[in-house]
């Protein structure tokens, strides 16, 4: 398939614990952005990687959260010590953006976290 | 901050008429704007955008009206149809590319 996907589609997990969330954008598609939309809430900015430059971090809600993007593709966002309040969709959206102009962003299905 | 804001959680209309769905946002340096569309277990979908140096951006029965001066902006379907029905969110960016969202609409058109 040629779109945005995402692993694992549903994750349920014990308050306390780490998980990894994990993107694969559209091939060469340069930026990759992670939102998350809680239950109610519109979608929440996260992060943002473009090319090889320092990702901009700026919608991380604590430093429970983490990202990276290896080889300019794939990317794992990790959330440690889980907390309740973490429970929603992590959506992972990837665009072509050459000299990052901004371009349409396309949408993987999320990973629906749940934090018991 | 809520930089981006739909006010109106849930919208309904009949299958023929124009549905509006409004968005406002407050910082601006905002440049580009979109509308997603965004079914249940699904991710959003693209549907249009339009760019601050416009003020109407049309595709098909889509049209997207961009007041700057009043930062507003809102998305015309028209005729609207069932298969319509869906969560809309309006998204901004700016020069830094990061993307704001609204919290959404939800949309029912009745048959």
């Known amino acids: 398939g040629a779109g945005v996907s995402q692993s694992p589609s549903n994750k349920v997990t014990e308050k306390g614990k780490d998980v990894e969330l994990r993107c694969d954008p559209i091939s060469g598609h340069t930026a990759l952005y992670w939102y998350r939309q809680s239950l109610g809430q519109g979608l929440e900015f996260l992060i943002y990687f473009q090319g090889n430059s320092a990702p901009d971090k700026s919608g991380l809600p604590s430093d429970r959260f983490s990202a990276e993007r290896t080889g300019g593709s794939v990317s794992t966002l990790t959330i440690q010590r889980t907390q309740q309040e973490d429970s929603a969709v992590y959506l992972c959206?990837?665009?072509?953006?050459?000299?990052?102009?901004?371009?349409?962003?396309?949408f993987g299905p999320g990973t629906r976290l749940t934090v018991l | 901050d809520q930089q981006v804001k739909q006010n109106s959680p849930s919208l309904s209309v009949q299958e023929g008429r124009i549905s509006i769905l409004n968005c406002d946002y407050t910082n601006s340096m905002f440049d580009y704007f979109l509308w997603y569309k965004k079914y249940p277990a699904e991710g959003p979908t693209f549907l249009i955008s339009?760019?601050?140096?416009?003020d109407k951006n049309e595709d098909g029965r889509f049209t997207v009206f961009l007041n700057k001066s009043a930062k507003h902006l809102s998305l015309h379907i028209v005729p609207s149809q069932p298969g319509d029905s869906a969560v809309y969110f309006c998204a901004a960016s700016g020069h830094n590319n990061d993307m704001r969202f609204g919290a959404g609409t939800r949309l029912t058109v009745k048959p």
């Open positions: 959206a990837s665009s072509f953006q050459p000299q990052g102009i901004t371009d349409t962003q396309y």
């Open positions: 339009i760019s601050s140096i416009k």
